[in-house]
T-cell receptor, first 113, second 113 residues
Framework: LAKTTQPISMDSYEGQEVNITCSHN???????ITWYQQFPSQGPRFIIQ???TKVTNEVASLFIPADRKSSTLSLPRVSLSDTAVYYC??????????????FGAGTRLTVKP | NAGVTQTPKFRVLKTGQSMTLLCAQD?????MYWYRQDPGMGLRLIHY???????AKGEVPDGYNVSRLKKQNFLLGLESAAPSQTSVYFC????????????FGSGTRLTVV
């Protein structure tokens, strides 16, 4: 099981780009990297998933170096509404092999005006 | 589409009482999960199901039972509630192999007094 390490908290200001890095030194060949966002009193929401190099969608980008031992979630031009907890998860995309996947404490991002 | 719906949203129980939390999804997902989240912590997997009529234990199964009689529904039961089960409970669902991760419900806030 690939353990993940990410910062406990980060602060940013509106309009800035935010990069949250997650370390996963023992990632396995079949593992994907998935990021979720959670607002207070809500369930986590899928943001992005990737396996290698770069993935981009309308919300964020995910950068994964060649050795895949870390990944960086990039949020362009954050706003106050991006204040949330962000979770990095590593595991097989096939749910049958993922049932011990852990949500850690996540990174609490605070965006200031 | 409603996605994942959890009922009730809030509940207060006395120690020793029993209750059932209901999770319903309308996305035809094969997999369903129950998590609990305690203050300042990530989510911990209680039980999960890989299909109708099947259930399995997660990381923290003690004190809980589950049933999945229909594909769209996943029930979480507390037979004799304890104060340690005070938490926010989240249900999630997914396809067996999904590039979009899990879809979570909005949670049930349970207090056991």
């Amino acid at each position: 099981l690939a353990k993940t390490t990410q910062p406990i908290s980060m602060d940013s200001y509106e309009g800035q780009e935010v990069n949250i890095t997650c370390s996963h030194n023992n990632i396995a060949t079949n593992d994907y990297i998935t990021w979720y966002q959670q607002f207070p009193s809500q369930g986590p929401r899928f943001i992005i998933q990737g396996y290698k190099t770069k993935v981009t969608n309308e919300v964020a980008s995910l950068f994964i170096p060649a050795d895949r031992k870390s990944s960086t979630l990039s949020l362009p031009r954050v706003s106050l509404s991006d204040t949330a907890v962000y979770y990095c998860l590593v595991g097989e995309r096939a749910a049958a092999n993922n049932n011990d996947m852990r949500f850690g404490a996540g990174t609490r991002l605070t965006v200031k005006p | 589409n409603a996605g994942v719906t959890q009922t009730p949203k809030f509940r207060v129980l006395k120690t020793g009482q029993s209750m059932t939390l209901l999770c319903a999804q309308d996305m035809n997902h094969e997999y369903m999960y129950w998590y609990r989240q305690d203050p300042g912590m990530g989510l911990r997997l209680i039980h999960y199901s890989v299909g109708e009529g099947t259930t399995a234990k997660g990381e923290v199964p003690d004190g809980y039972n589950v049933s999945r009689l229909k594909k769209q529904n996943f029930l979480l039961g507390l037979e004799s509630a304890a104060p340690s089960q005070t938490s926010v409970y989240f249900c999630a669902s997914s396809f067996a192999d999904s590039p979009y991760g899990y879809t979570f419900g909005s949670g049930t806030r349970l207090t056991v007094v």
